[in-house]
């Protein structure tokens, strides 16, 4: 990453544009529930208790996973680097009768919060945006002992997502660099104890429809959150992709860097 820090600038323009062209409508309960079009989400939070515990979320974004936390009963802080996103998260979290302390700053400077003070932190589609040693690093001073961190990032060595990335100029910054191998080992050593779980490989065929048979501009539309608003008519195939991408995983262990996402679930 830039020494500069221009990159900062340049994420918290294309947030702050996408803010204001996004007709925000909260993402149903069940998508994090059910984890067919959210199953990094599943896997990192199943059988997790968030009642009281205080949580930080890095990069909340509109604030779906932030008022998620907080119905679930946690203490949650949440910031973004755009403060049109943050803006848009306070008004849905007043509309869903929760409360959360929002604040506008950048993941790599969480000096806005004492040291020892989270349970859990949540970092999602985020670090392979900014300096990823910087972010882990802060993470490591504001988790309490015992307390964990939570992310998911999309990986680099598909060669039809890198393909997808090079078309969707618009909607991602020059400056992204997706996981690889080494910034994964690297996450996990940081920590003492660590779990990794690879997703979407034979579920990116819905990558492909969207694009040769429905025409979808992936420049305009952001494919993700399109499978995950139209979970339920893409339920069947997203529970049988999800099934068969983890028995191929146990057989052929190669074919994990071929996915799109990886989570990682470490604790401090």
Same mark, same amino acid.
């Given at each position: 990453?830039?020494?500069?820090?221009?990159?900062?600038?340049?994420?918290?323009?294309?947030?702050?544009?996408?803010?204001?062209?996004?007709?925000?409508?909260?993402?149903?309960?069940?998508?994090?529930?059910?984890?067919?079009?959210?199953?990094?989400?599943?896997?990192? %939070?199943?059988?997790?208790?968030?009642?009281?515990?205080?949580?930080?979320?890095?990069?909340?974004?509109?604030?779906?996973?932030?008022?998620?936390?907080?119905?679930?009963?946690?203490?949650?802080?949440?910031?973004?680097?755009?403060?049109?996103?943050?803006?848009?998260?306070?008004?849905?979290?007043?509309?869903?009768?929760?409360?959360?302390?929002?604040?506008?700053?950048?993941?790599?400077?969480?000096?806005? %919060?004492?040291?020892?003070?989270?349970?859990?932190?949540?970092?999602?589609?985020?670090?392979?945006?900014?300096?990823?040693?910087?972010?882990?690093?802060?993470?490591?001073?504001?988790?309490?002992?015992?307390?964990?961190? %939570?992310?998911?990032?999309?990986?680099?060595?598909?060669?039809?997502?890198?393909?997808?990335?090079?078309?969707?100029?618009?909607?991602?910054?020059?400056?992204?660099?997706?996981?690889?191998?080494?910034?994964?080992?690297?996450?996990?050593?940081?920590?003492?104890?660590?779990?990794?779980?690879?997703?979407?490989?034979?579920?990116?065929?819905?990558?492909?429809?969207?694009?040769?048979?429905?025409?979808?501009?992936?420049?305009?539309?952001?494919?993700?959150?399109?499978?995950?608003?139209?979970?339920?008519?893409?339920?069947?195939?997203?529970?049988?992709?999800?099934?068969?991408?983890?028995?191929?995983?146990?057989?052929?262990?190669?074919?994990?860097?071929?996915?799109?996402?990886?989570?990682?679930?470490?604790?401090?």
């Amino acid at each position: 990453m830039s020494e500069n820090k221009d990159y900062l600038e340049r994420e918290k323009e294309i947030h702050d544009t996408w803010a204001l062209e996004n007709d925000y409508k909260l993402f149903n309960p069940d998508s994090f529930e059910k984890g067919l079009s959210l199953p990094e989400f599943n896997w990192l %939070f199943k059988d997790i208790d968030f009642q009281n515990k205080r949580v930080l979320d890095i990069g909340c974004g509109l604030g779906e996973s932030s008022i998620f936390f907080a119905k679930k009963g946690a203490h949650v802080s949440a910031i973004d680097i755009s403060e049109g996103v943050i803006e848009k998260g306070r008004e849905k979290a007043l509309e869903e009768g929760v409360k959360i302390e929002f604040y506008v700053t950048n993941g790599e400077d969480l000096s806005l %919060f004492e040291d020892n003070t989270f349970d859990y932190i949540y970092a999602a589609n985020l670090l392979h945006h900014l300096a990823i040693d910087e972010i882990i690093k802060e993470v490591n001073l504001k988790l309490v002992k015992g307390g964990s961190f %939570f992310s998911w990032d999309p990986i680099a060595y598909n060669p039809v997502i890198n393909i997808y990335r090079r078309l969707a100029t618009a909607v991602r910054t020059i400056d992204e660099h997706p996981l690889t191998k080494k910034d994964i080992s690297n996450i996990c050593n940081s920590f003492s104890k660590s779990e990794v779980k690879f997703f979407w490989l034979t579920g990116l065929l819905i990558f492909l429809k969207f694009f040769l048979i429905d025409f979808k501009n992936p420049s305009k539309i952001r494919y993700w959150k399109k499978i995950v608003e139209e979970e339920e008519k893409y339920s069947s195939f997203l529970k049988i992709s999800h099934n068969i991408d983890q028995v191929l995983f146990k057989f052929l262990p190669v074919l994990k860097y071929l996915t799109w996402n990886v989570a990682i679930r470490v604790t401090k």
